[in-house]
């Protein structure tokens, strides 16, 4: 069964640090999605993507985050200069159509900022 | 405030037990209402309600949605070891990006 693939699956930075996580995405889904889960708390809505742009973004996602499709499969975030509270899991997701509404999540990179 | 809101926090059964998670939700905007198990890692989609009354069924899993008293119940039978896991409860809006619960954490013993 197609599968959203993570990688790193555990990053290790220190603060003011950049990081990119990556995500493959499942190939003939068109939206794209990052989430955050800091320990203990709610998944959290980061940024949507589709078409090559960004379709939505939360509070969350502010002048550090980044996204970018460099290639035809891969899918990134990146965190200009970390701050120990940015220390989560990040999940990736991805979804055929937005209307369809179900999102495939990864496995999910574990952020540590120390 | 929260817009999803589940309950109970965490839950402790033995195998064989059936248990209901619960899930209620805020109107505004309303489109779906989603399920997601979330083991170790990745939460993992089981079912999404549009209708109300119109239970989904998976296996041992089953859901219904109630729109008029804005809630939802998660539905394990005869439950066993492997359904130990966070259960997500989410609801989508206007921009479909899903707004979710705290999660039921369910611990079942053998």
């Known amino acids: 069964e197609p599968e959203v693939t993570q990688t790193p699956s555990h990053q290790v930075t220190q603060m003011g640090q950049e990081v990119i996580l990556r995500c493959v995405p499942i190939?003939?889904?068109?939206?794209f999605y990052w989430y955050r889960q800091i320990l203990g708390q709610k998944v959290e809505f980061l940024v949507s993507?589709?078409?090559?742009?960004?379709?939505?973004k939360s509070e969350i996602f502010d002048d550090q985050f980044s996204v970018e499709r460099p290639d035809g499969s891969n899918f990134t975030l990146k965190i200009r200069s970390t701050k120990l509270e940015d220390s989560a899991m990040y999940f990736c997701a991805s979804s055929v159509l937005r209307e369809k509404n179900i999102q495939y999540f990864g496995a999910g990179t574990r952020l540590s900022v120390l | 405030e929260d817009k999803v809101v589940q309950s109970p926090l965490s839950l402790v059964v033995h195998e064989g037990d059936t248990v209901t998670l619960n899930c209620s939700y805020e109107v505004t905007n309303f489109r779906s209402l989603l399920w997601y198990k979330q083991e170790k890692k990745a939460p993992t989609f089981l079912f999404m309600l549009?209708?109300?009354?119109i239970e989904k069924k998976s296996g041992r899993l089953s859901s219904i949605l109630d729109k008029k008293e804005l809630f939802s119940i998660l539905n394990i039978t005869a439950t066993q070891t492997g359904d130990s896991a966070v259960y997500l409860c989410a609801r989508s809006g206007g921009s479909y990006i899903p707004t979710f619960g705290r999660g039921t954490s369910l611990i079942v013993h053998p």
């Open positions: 993507f589709y078409n090559n742009e960004i379709s939505e």
């Open positions: 549009t209708s109300s009354g």
């Open positions: 190939s003939n889904h068109l939206y």
